[in-house]
Structure formats: structure tokens, C-alpha cells
């Protein structure tokens, strides 16, 4: 029998949502799924189960309040949890290098373009090859 939705304790692969409380009262949503440290990526929504957040989290049931003292934050609370099963995606690792190659190559060309301009260089005239910086690792 599985346990009620309400009372599936924070666990490895579960979807929480919360609520961060700071030292003012107020708060800010946040919603994540709980993963290895090899899965995590915070901008996707994917958080290391050995954060100091998640750690806080780990065993405790929706519509509980811990303590949570980091930065100006005070407590966090726990608004919903669901039990997903390993249901983080297979191409989340894939999908985050992508996205670190893409960063990398519009840091590229931002350093290149700056290059290029930079007036009395001692280069001479360079050109920023778009193509290049911009060609898919993948083919």
C-alpha cells in the first residue's frame, strides 16, 4: 500500500516544493526534484541530495516547517512532495553539457568580438570565424 500523497517523506528522486522563509517573513517558491550529485543541476529544477537543503528536507513530510539557517533564510517549508520513481530524465546530463558548451562558445565569441574591436591593436585586422565558434560539437 503506498503512503498517503501528503505524507510521502522527502526522499532521493521525490519532486518537492517549498517555500524559503527568511529573517523578514518573506518567502519565495521554489520547486525541485531531489538527485545524485552526478544528476544535479539547479537550473533544471535538479538539486543534490547533499546539499545543506536537501539534507534539511531528507525524511520530512509535506506541511512541515524546518529550520533552516543559511544566509537570511530561517526556515523552509515544505508545501508538497511526490514520489517520482527515478523519473529524472536520462538525457538530464546531456542536455546541461549542451547548455555549458553553448555558454562557452557565446563566451567565446563575446571575448572575440571585444578582441576584434579593441582599437590600435597591435594584431592588425582580425576577423571573429561565427561559423567555427558556432559549429555543434556533435557532428
Known sequence: MAPEPNRIPVALHCRVTVELVD???QTERGEFTLVTGKQADLTSGL???N???ARA????????TVPYMSGDLMEVRILKVESRNNSVPSDAA?????????AAAQSEITSQMIFSTASGSKWGD??????????????
Open 23 to 25: 529573517l523578514t517573513g
Open 47 to 49: 538539486l543534490d541530495e
Open 51 to 53: 546539499t545543506p537543503l
Open 57 to 64: 528536507l531528507l525524511g520530512h513530510v509535506a506541511g512541515e
Open 94 to 102: 546531456r542536455k546541461r553539457r549542451a547548455d555549458v558548451q553553448k
Open 126 to 139: 582580425y576577423e571573429v570565424d561565427m561559423d567555427k565558434l558556432l559549429k555543434d560539437d556533435d557532428e
